[in-house]
């Protein structure tokens, strides 16, 4: 083949060269043993594993590959695993989402880089997924998402326990003074008991979830447990398709258009899902291209019910829905919303894939008619308190603070609710609204999961569960609580959160969708001009990204990264 001809198989620009550059491609892949014939033309598929034991969620992942490999060998396919930055959500800091675009980055570029025709993308935890498919959509091959599934069901003392959500449940317990330390310690081992991700309807069941519902996995994928044989058989399923799909290349952008996001929007409400795929969505949306606002969160998904009781918002864990039917039964109950011509990666229509999802259990998962919660989806809030949007989840609220006005007790920044929370003395009670600042994408950096601010303990002792909670922080998938989230723009951009001072007054009105704090413009501007932006980051990352992220309305993704550069890469690379 002459050099100087396009092929057509993208990996052909590597393999299909004669000269120098054509041995430089091939001949130190010969060295994992290859024989000359893989180089024929046949599709290449790469394997993008974010397998790493700092991510314990995504441990299962040297063998979920293996299963890939098997179905891409079976359909004619010559498979190329690589490694990607990992993002265990539990370990870093000072949050894995100050990680999810330079995650992405490395995906982008892995790809751009390679001989890769078409992509599997290994995703778990709570980053994982966004930062996959985020970079994978600014290359937009033909790709196929598998996500690792949900490990099994906690279980102390014969109780369930759901992951992150009896953590909170458990350490409010432990300050309030009814669970020792010491049986506090000994229910770790009991919630992970096993390799997979949280499995509660947490944010990385949500994003798996979100997968499935966009159309970029086949079907069941949101639910089979990390340890189910047939999340291996789903594996080597996907291998052999990601083939097919190359060759009939059906890229990411064929199936990410918008009537997918809002597939996935309605999806989240009628799961009970995480705030987060609100900011994670957005950003994949603008990679793409895609219009898509926080607006349409509201707009497409809040009037839609919570069919599905999982914690946090209801009773069961993700094993129990696989058992139930998983996504399919789901989104076969709120067919009626959904636009079924939808394609999907397996090249039948979301409609085709669900027509004939069963239920196994109504009361994991509800019947539309009689929902777990109604109207549960994202309401997005507006007012001079968040000019650019915030976000609740009313589900996980208590519906008697959904309308509620109160005395704001402030808290500077983490350090300062860490400092305080626990004193007697603080002046704080059932009405009062907490507010926690300098925690959004510029303020933490990274917008850390810290939204849901622990109560008081002479609150709790009182036997107070819930309080408003107003931050531009995000929340864990597994929280819950009537907690205002993604204030935007943030307090460290000089957001009107960065002015609200002890004893002001607040109203929070989910149903009008209002947050409004109630001081006069005139005493607003004053305090504006006093304010002073918080020192940034000298170097590194932290100052690449605190230079660049946009606020949470935006998806927080970097600005420079929003769009794709496409496969096209020219330059060898000798
Ligand atoms: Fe990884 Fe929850 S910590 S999924």
Redesign the pocket.
Known sequence: MSAARKPARRSQQWFGRDGKQGFYYRSWLKGLGLPHEMFDGRPVIGICNTWSEL???NSSFRELAEHVKRGVYEAGGFPLEFPVMSL???QMRPTAMLFRNLASMDVEESIRANPIDGVVLLM???KTTPALLMGAASVDLPAIGVSGGPSLSGNWRGRPVG??TGVIEMSEMVRAGTLTQEEFTEAEACMQRSKG??MTM???STMASMVEALGMSLPENAAIPAVDSRRFRLAHLSGRRIVEMVREDLRMSKVLTREAFANAIRANAAIGGSTNAVIHLLAIAGRLGVPLTLEDWDAIGSRLPCLVNLKPSGEYLMEDFYYAGGLPAVLREISAHLDLDAMTVNGRSLGENIADAPCWNRDVIRPLDQPLRPEAGIAVLRGNLAPDGAVVKPSAASPHLLKHRGRAVVFEGIGDLKARIDDESLDIDEHSIMVLKHCGPRGYPGMAEVGNMPLPPKLLRRGVTDLVRISDARMSG?AYGTVVLHVSPEAAAGGPLALVREGDMIELDVPGRRLHLDVPEAELERRRAEWVPPPAPARGWSKLYVDHVQQAHLGADLDFLVGGSGDDVAGDSH
């Open positions: 991510t314990p969620c265990g959500e539990t778990g935890c709570d992951s992150g991700s949280c947490g944010t990385a597994t």
